[in-house]
């Protein structure tokens, strides 16, 4: 099993090097000189060939690439041509909201979509199941920050439940914390919870027809044990793999449903950075967010031996 | 198993070909209201110039921030006054919200389509040889996976942010994400289809790689591509959208749904339909392609289905 591990660890480093790399080439490989499109549009040439020599850009593609991950990889990522701090401190002050925000988002749409998506399979093409299959197309279609507005509209606006917008630390108290994050939370679960539910739902289906599913029955347990200890037990792996691709749209989510909260997390600092086209910090977060992501999805594979003990390896 | 699973193209899908496949599409009811939808969508977005008559880039400093029903008159070079209706209200810049809604129907449908196009040839293509020629393929899926490592919207930011924005560049942003999904596909279907018989004995008499590719791999992607490439469809217009709202997209002057969107966030508190019109056209025309995706992989890819 440990040897499992350390494969299954070996085997990310490539994805991981590939991200890095792709991340790296994207300023590269923009069209003309970086140098020039970061020094912006009145810049003198002096100021260029500065910068040039400051990033290192007058070396070899390969050198470069080797001390900007390796700097990186010791949490140095430069500093930011806009903000006039190290990339890294940065990342820290930002990183609190969008942990919090993603965290809170998982649980609520984990608590909504597995019960619905079980409910579903339970009651398979009865009107349970069309309302959950329903409510997935359209959490599927409608954009984030669509969502983000109309629950603003309503419950900030009309009934004035939640705050409009903005964000408090949890260290300033935890219900103010909690209550300005709630409304963003439900924007964001949104999409996770129409991915979610449809995944279990289909999991589900596929174990309550087996043997043991039936025999459980038989033996006379009432439906909601074995719908949570036979046929939920059974079907968490798949449920728990979608959790983490659903990390990808989340860490999508968060980016958007933080500029509509006005919440100053990394998807804000994201959309900030690209827009003040500073690059040290869009290559660091998104270094960040797909590490992240990779790590994530790495560690539910890891997992798969907890959730189901017939997973050896 | 690669690090990042990829949710809707596990199963090696081989479709089979049932005469009159083209035929259920119309008795199921996903398709046929999807379509429809879909159909008046880019109906309205063909049609703009008639639907309003009105220039969607015209700034009216006196209408500014008008509410719906709002009603402007004018004179026309005759003297006459024309009454016209602001059935959605106007912008901070006095622009009419219905009118650039219209025409913001034509960006969307051509960022859809031309993305969904864009993706799958090159996806299509990029996963016939990576499947089939197996040197090629170890390389091509690392990359892959580096690829769909970078969550969409991140990657389609940084690419649009690095050249420019134009709707050219949004295009090509919005496309490279999705073509690593394409690939996987694609590929899945190849080493599937590779081991067929009939494909073993068009190798055996010497057939060339290329007119396997054609004759016997090629036909099998169609039907799952046909699905995938709806899908696509419906995401690129949300991810333009996004792009838009963000200020990373389309310039803003451009009636797109996402810029009309953007326009009015600052004033949504006070003036919320300049979000909530161009957002409802939004959810309505990606909810359409959505249904019609669905519809079209329950008739023709009934093994995909049941993945998902």
Known sequence: MWNYIGRRILATLPVLLIVAVLVFLMLRLTPGD????????????????????????????????????GRGLQGDFGESFFYKKTVASLIADRIEPTLALATLTIILATLIAVPLGTLAAYRQGSWIDRIVMGISVIGFSVPVFVIGYVLIYVFALQLGWFPVQGYQRLADGFGGFLHRLILPSITLAMVYVALLARMTRTSVLEVLNEDYVRTARAKGLPNLKVLVFHALRNAAVP?????????????GGVVVTESV?????????????????????????????????????LAIDLMYTVLDPRIRY | MSAVPSMIVEAPAVTARKPGAWLRLLHNPSVLIGALLFALIALMGIAAP????????????????????????????????????????????????????????????????????????????IGLFAGYFRWLDGVVMRVMDGLMAIPAILLAIALVSLSGASMMTVIVAVAIPEIPRVVRLV???????????????????????????????????????????TFICGSAI???????????????????????????????????????????????????????????????????????
């Open chain 2, 50 to 125: 008639l639907l309003s008559s009105i220039d969607p880039g015209a700034i009216n400093p006196s209408n500014r921030n008008k509410t719906p029903g709002y009603e402007t008159s004018e004179r026309d070079d005759e003297g006459r006054k024309i009454t016209r209706k602001a059935i959605m209200g106007t912008d901070s810049l006095g622009r009419d919200i219905y009118t650039r809604v219209v025409y913001g129907a034509r960006v969307s449908l051509i960022v859809g389509i031309t993305v969904s196009v864009l993706s799958v040839v090159a996806g299509l293509a």
């Open chain 1, 261 to 297: 909260y006005n919440i100053p997390g990394l998807g804000r600092l994201t959309v900030d950075a690209v827009l003040a086209r500073d690059y040290p910090t869009v290559q660091a977060v998104i270094l960040l967010f797909s590490f992240a992501y990779v790590v994530i999805n």
């Open chain 2, 187 to 229: 590929r899945a279907i190849v080493l599937s289809i590779r081991e067929e018989p009939y494909v073993e004995a068009a190798i055996s008499v010497g057939t060339p790689a290329v007119k396997v590719l054609w004759r016997h791999v090629l036909p099998n992607t169609i039907a799952p591509l046909i699905v995938q490439a």
């Open chain 2, 238 to 308: 949300l991810l333009e959208a996004i792009l838009s709202f963000l200020g990373v997209g389309i310039p803003p002057e451009t009636p797109t749904w996402g810029n009309i969107m953007a326009e009015g966030r600052s004033l949504f508190q006070v003036y919320p339909h300049n979000i909530l019109y161009p957002g409802a056209f939004l959810t309505l025309t990606v909810l359409a392609i959505n249904m019609l995706g669905d519809g079209l992989r329950d008739t023709l890819d009934p093994r995909m289905s049941k993945r998902l």
């Open chain 1, 239 to 251: 449920i728990v793999t979608v959790i983490g691709i659903g990390i990808a749209v989340l860490i």
């Open chain 1, 34 to 69: 970086p140098a020039a499109v970061i020094a912006g549009d009145a810049a003198t040439s002096q100021d260029v060939a500065e910068i040039r020599a400051k990033l290192g850009l007058d070396r070899p593609v390969v050198t470069q690439f080797f001390i900007w991950i």
